[in-house]
């Protein structure tokens, strides 16, 4: 798979050089939380950076070469998995505070164009206030969830209108089928759950009750999950990437 450029395996003069291009800098942010038996704890942070190196695979080399790709954020809110071994957080107020951090670095070298390429549903509030706080006026941060660039046509169409829908698709048949297409390795494929989706009420709860939650920590059935179906929602969101990727430069 071709790879985006990476910010880490850059020299100082290498970024100095990209710096003074007007590169797209971007973040994938994710989790290190439960998924289930059948993925890993990294993946909300693996989806986004895949996609990300997929959507470099397709852009012009003059464009890819203006674009890079920073060490993702790993770490973040998901008190929700908590009652599985794995599970590592911050609160919300100091990933607010790393991600300002991280805005008020990319500021101070002169970075104006930023892309936060999200994979973790919970983190979303405290990455976009700490984005606001740390940034500049000449900083452009922009944040997308990957499963927002997935049109409800194709997922209705590679689903048979039978998908969970996106409030239960945690380790569910459309995060298994993306991980199995962009890292297939990672997928254990003896041990695909197939909990019923738990019925959740229209509102949160502190404290949580555990029996709201599948014993798995697969909100969904994974039984028509597929490589296949994972390329062409891949392959969507892929598209829309680009084609905001080039709106920038």
């Not at 950076?49 to 920073?70: F, N, S």
Request: with cysteine; charged share 20%; proline share 10%.
């Amino acid at each position: 798979m071709q790879q985006m450029p990476r910010w880490d395996a850059m020299t100082w003069p290498e970024i100095q050089t990209l710096l003074a291009k007007n590169p797209l800098v971007v973040l994938a942010t994710g989790s290190i939380e439960q998924h289930g038996p059948h993925l890993p704890l990294a993946t909300d942070v693996l989806i986004p950076t895949g996609l990300a190196d997929r959507t470099a695979g397709k852009l012009r080399e003059e464009e890819r070469r203006r674009t890079v790709l920073l060490p993702p954020l790993a770490y973040t809110y998901a008190p929700e998995s908590n009652g599985w071994p794995g599970t590592l957080n911050l609160d919300g107020e100091t990933l607010t505070r790393v991600a300002a951090d991280l805005a008020r670095e990319l500021a101070r070298m002169g970075v104006a164009e930023v892309l936060l390429l999200n994979g973790h549903m919970e983190s979303p509030p405290f990455l976009w206030e700490g984005m606001r706080l740390g940034r500049d006026s000449h900083t452009r941060i922009r944040m997308v969830n990957w499963w927002d660039l997935v049109p409800a046509s194709v997922l209705a169409a590679q689903f048979d209108d039978a998908s969970p829908g996106w409030t239960v698709e945690h380790a569910g048949p459309v995060e298994t089928s993306v991980l199995w297409a962009l890292y297939p390795s990672q997928v254990r494929k003896d041990c695909l759950p197939d909990d019923p989706a738990p019925g959740r009420p229209p509102y949160r709860k502190i404290p949580l009750e555990p029996e709201s939650l599948p014993p798995s920590g697969s909100f969904a059935p994974t039984g028509t999950a597929s490589a296949d179906i994972g390329d062409a929602l891949c392959e969507a969101v892929v598209g829309q990437l680009c084609r905001l990727t080039r709106e920038v430069l």
